[in-house]
């Protein structure tokens, strides 16, 4: 009976010399069974009613009579050929020399048993013919038939190994061993051709060649039979994890440890100021938040060490405390780097975070780059470097790691990305929820810029490949059900605490904060090229400078849209980029030149729950990755035309000269440093223990706020010995529960703030004094420090009045010992 169609093309107009398909059977001392196997293909093949085919036996220096048996097929039918080897030389070379020697516009690579029948032919042929360029028989997806199985000790060593195989080489396959695989005749013959393993691994390495190539690769359900006199021995195994490994360590190439150097020497020279001294450097443009983020690291690790709520604290903003799950604490690097915080000090952390982090992040995106968008190394390595190190994560960089430290975001696209192949969707999911619930601890602003990223992403692809779109749905759909059961359960109760629990709030109203379309076009302070002066004009301070891409950038990446346009995957990453950088500009768009604005998008999407708290100039950061994707698209593009051998020289030089022009300007200058003012002897040396009780408050002039946040290293020095009213978070205000930042506004702290800000010491009467001794009680002080200081002086004068006493001086600073009968 005769199927339809033959499972290979038609032969209209195919090269002289080739074939539809290609049959490839390895042997090696096969003399008892491979006469009924080659019967069996020769059958098949013809009753599809066609004798377009040939069938290619390789005889792997066989012992027995396996040559023999060849020879006499190929006597019975010319169809038939018979190539040998003078020595076993593996299971790879056998087939490499099959495959090469193939004539097929299709090759079926099928083991001489015939575990898995001929008949199973079409299922591959008809994935090929829905434009896969390879197609393997799977025993381990849904839909796969088993019928005799193996022992239950072999079947074990197989799924631990396909477990290390996926993990090593071949991601999203779940079965790369099943010894009956359809392939694209051309693409196949290039694959093995580049192949270099002998043995038992070889298809691992011939799927990664597929995969790094851009090949699709499907994986079909089978029906397979084990069969008696299986050639894979125990001690093979061994031999297969050696091939493994050689494998993993020649796919990251060169380019991959040197492009790890270079992102953490790049790092390293960024923060050159902090490493230098890194107890005492502050970065410049930091404002209070190094010290926020450093008390922050501190916390952590004492909440660990004495087994305290890693949620909440009353140490600042005493007694009211703080809501340590809706402050940016970055639980995912402050509770694994515990010990060097208790160790060395939250300084090194601070330094270790911004430095391996940003260096992690240029290596995460990098390999996503590698793996999943182009073949030249060095493409990825430029585009993983411009994600990481672009004028906005520099920006960040000095002050805000929640913004800068990133490198969960590229594994969770990637994982994204897998669920769009198919396959194991339930553990891709899983991962992908685990994935979630980690960058939730390192900042949630980031995540749902990202996802709203994607989703842009999305919707353009979706639009410009609806095809493709509509196949990965489905998986892609069935996975996030997945990962949002796994993140709901993880994060209930930390996500609970957040936005129901102690100190939580609503929102955080910034304000109008979208980007001047100058701000697009302009350099960075930060930036090689950049000007200081209308960085600042364009931007809230140098920590918010959100766009900054320079004019040569914007003007490449349009052209590169351009020239790239056929491609789904730029089309989509073109409207990515300028529906971000439109969102970033805010609700009202200035029109250049004129005293106009324009109606924005974010007047819509800022009323969104969770965008309310969204500064609007950041969505412009989701330009990042579809700018560096699209830099490393355009890389790879003239090194695949360089390795075709194309003459064009002086289009290389150009288009090389373009990329210089449009990312020198954008190079990062370091970070600038300054040596911070010491900690008063007075906390320093343990005076404060003879003033300030346990669970007490000790009261720096002027009260902590975001801009004075000096006295949280004190507490951290003493070893959060005292409490501190006020301090640097983000808290609760009135009944609604707005968001701000800081403590809520008391008398005592804006009086003592006034006098620091106008140098004029205040005037006090009763009711004043009365305000100031509820606050006292309220914040259950003990003491009243001022340290030396601008306009010191007034603010002593100040608190004299209050307190109707004089100070001490003990210990470098000023003191008035409040306690109650003192």
Same mark, same amino acid.
């Given at each position: 009976m005769t199927s339809e169609k033959p499972p290979w093309p038609p032969a209209d107009g195919p090269p002289t010399g080739t074939v539809g398909l290609s049959v490839v059977v390895p042997a090696y001392n096969e003399e008892d069974r491979l006469a009924p196997s080659l019967k069996a293909i020769r059958d098949h093949l013809d009753g599809e009613g066609t004798d377009d085919w040939e069938l290619i036996v390789v005889d792997d220096g066989s012992t027995d009579g396996t040559a023999d048996v060849v020879r006499a097929a190929a006597a019975e039918d010319p169809r038939v050929r018979l190539l040998g080897s003078p020595a076993n030389r593996g299971k790879g070379h056998a087939v490499r020399t099959g495959v090469l020697a193939s004539r097929g516009r299709r090759v079926l690579v099928t083991d001489a048993d015939l575990a898995t029948p001929m008949e199973e032919l079409p299922l591959l042929a008809a994935r090929l013919d829905e434009g896969a360029a390879a197609a393997v028989g799977s025993r381990a997806l849904p839909g796969s038939r088993i019928g005799i199985r193996q022992h239950a000790l072999r079947e074990a060593l197989g799924r631990a190994g396909a477990g290390v195989i996926r993990a090593l080489a071949a991601p999203g396959v779940r079965d790369t061993q099943c010894g009956f695989k359809l392939f694209e005749g051309e693409r196949a013959r290039t694959a093995f051709a580049a192949s270099r393993l002998n043995g038992w691994a070889f298809d691992v390495e011939i799927l990664s060649l597929f995969r790094r190539h851009g090949w699709t690769v499907a994986e079909v359900p089978v029906r397979w039979d084990h069969r008696p006199g299986s050639k894979l021995r125990?001690?093979?195994?061994?031999?297969?994890?050696?091939?493994?490994?050689?494998?993993?360590?020649?796919?990251?190439?060169?380019?991959?440890?040197?492009?790890?150097?270079?992102?953490?020497?790049?790092?390293?020279?960024?923060?050159?100021?902090?490493?230098?001294?890194?107890?005492?450097?502050?970065?410049? %443009?930091?404002?209070?938040?190094?010290?926020?983020?450093?008390?922050?690291?501190?916390?952590?690790?004492?909440?660990?060490?004495?087994?305290?709520?890693?949620?909440?604290? %009353?140490?600042?903003?005493?007694?009211?405390?703080?809501?340590?799950?809706?402050?940016?604490?970055?639980?995912?690097?402050?509770?694994?780097?515990?010990?060097?915080?208790?160790?060395?000090?939250?300084?090194?952390?601070?330094?270790?975070?911004?430095?391996?982090?940003?260096?992690?992040?240029?290596?995460?995106?990098?390999?996503?780059?590698?793996?999943?968008?182009?073949?030249?190394?060095?493409?990825?390595?430029?585009?993983?470097?411009?994600?990481?190190?672009?004028?906005?994560?520099?920006?960040?960089?000095?002050?805000?790691?929640?913004?800068?430290?990133?490198?969960?975001?590229?594994?969770?696209?990637?994982?994204?990305?897998?669920?769009?192949?198919?396959?194991?969707?339930?553990? %891709?999911?899983?991962?992908?929820?685990?994935?979630?619930?980690?960058?939730?601890?390192?900042?949630?602003?980031?995540?749902?810029?990202?996802?709203?990223?994607?989703?842009?992403?999305?919707?353009?692809?979706?639009?410009?490949?609806?095809?493709?779109?509509?196949?990965?749905?489905?998986?892609?759909?069935?996975?996030?059900?997945?990962?949002a059961l796994v993140a709901v359960v993880l994060l209930a109760v930390p996500l609970y605490r957040q936005f129901f629990g102690a100190q939580s709030y609503h929102s955080v109203l910034h304000g109008s904060a979208g980007n001047h379309p100058f701000a697009l076009l302009e350099f960075a302070t930060r930036s090689l090229a950049g000007d200081e002066r209308v960085a600042a004009s364009l931007s809230m301070n140098r920590t918010e400078e959100n766009a900054f891409f320079g004019?040569?950038?914007?003007?490449?990446?349009?052209?590169?849209?351009?020239?790239?346009?056929?491609?789904?995957?730029?089309?989509?990453?073109?409207?990515?980029?300028?529906?971000?950088?439109?969102?970033?500009?805010?609700?009202?768009?200035?029109?250049?030149?004129? %005293?106009?604005?324009?109606?924005?998008?974010?007047?819509?999407?800022?009323?969104?729950?969770?965008?309310?708290?969204?500064?609007?100039?950041?969505?412009?950061?989701?330009?990042?990755?579809?700018?560096?994707?699209?830099?490393?698209?355009?890389?790879?593009?003239?090194?695949?035309?360089?390795?075709?051998?194309?003459?064009?020289?002086?289009?290389?030089?150009?288009?090389?000269?373009a990329l210089a022009v449009a990312l020198v300007p954008l190079l990062p200058t370091p970070y600038r440093t300054v040596e911070r003012a010491p900690v008063p002897a007075f906390v320093a040396d343990g005076h404060w223990r003879d003033y300030v009780r346990p669970g007490r408050s000790l009261v720096p002039v002027p009260v902590p706020d975001p801009g004075q946040a000096t006295a949280l290293g004190w507490q951290v020095r003493a070893d959060f010995g005292f409490t501190l009213p006020g301090g640097y978070f983000n808290g609760p205000d009135g009944p609604d529960r707005r968001g701000i930042y800081g403590p809520v506004p008391t008398v005592t702290a804006e009086l003592l703030k006034k006098v620091r800000e106008t140098g004029r010491a205040a005037d006090v009467d009763d009711r004043t004094r009365h305000a100031f001794g509820r606050d006292l009680a309220t914040w259950r002080a003990d003491a009243i420090v001022l340290p030396p200081q601008d306009r010191a002086d007034p603010l002593r004068e100040t608190v004299e009045r209050l307190t109707g006493t004089r100070p001490r001086w003990v210990g470098g600073v000023w003191v008035w010992d409040v306690r109650r009968g003192r």
């Open positions: 125990p001690p093979a195994y061994a031999a297969v994890l050696g091939d493994l490994v050689r494998l993993r360590m020649r796919a990251a190439g060169p380019v991959g440890p040197t492009a790890a150097a270079l992102y953490l020497l790049l790092a390293f020279f960024l923060y050159g100021g902090l490493w230098a001294a890194p107890g005492t450097a502050y970065l410049v %443009d930091s404002a209070s938040d190094q010290q926020q983020w450093e008390w922050f690291f501190a916390v952590t690790a004492d909440n660990i060490a004495h087994l305290r709520d890693p949620f909440f604290t %009353d140490l600042q903003n005493h007694p009211y405390g703080v809501n340590l799950m809706a402050n940016t604490t970055m639980m995912g690097v402050s509770v694994p780097l515990a010990p060097l915080t208790i160790a060395l000090g939250p300084h090194v952390t601070w330094a270790v975070v911004l430095t391996g982090g940003v260096a992690a992040t240029a290596w995460a995106w990098y390999r996503l780059l590698a793996k999943r968008f182009v073949r030249a190394r060095w493409a990825a390595a430029l585009g993983g470097g411009f994600c990481a190190f672009a004028p906005p994560m520099v920006s960040h960089g000095t002050a805000h790691p929640n913004f800068a430290v990133l490198f969960a975001i590229p594994l969770i696209i990637e994982r994204a990305l897998r669920l769009c192949d198919g396959g194991r969707t339930r553990r %891709d999911g899983v991962i992908l929820g685990l994935l979630l619930v980690y960058q939730v601890f390192l900042g949630e602003e980031v995540l749902l810029l990202a996802v709203t990223g994607l989703l842009l992403f999305a919707f353009a692809y979706a639009v410009a490949a609806p095809g493709t779109a509509r196949r990965a749905a489905g998986p892609l759909l069935r996975g996030l059900g997945v990962a004019w040569p950038l914007i003007l490449l990446a349009t052209v590169l849209v351009i020239r790239m346009r056929r491609r789904p995957l730029v089309r989509a990453l073109g409207f990515t980029a300028l529906a971000a950088a439109v969102l970033s500009l805010g609700r009202d768009i200035p029109l250049p030149g004129t %005293d106009h604005t324009l109606p924005g998008p974010w007047r819509v999407v800022g009323r969104l729950p969770l965008f309310e708290s969204v500064i609007e100039s950041r969505t412009a950061m989701v330009c990042v990755p579809a700018l560096g994707i699209l830099l490393a698209l355009a890389c790879d593009r003239l090194a695949a035309r360089r390795a075709r051998g194309e003459r064009a020289e002086g289009r290389r030089l150009a288009a090389g000269a």
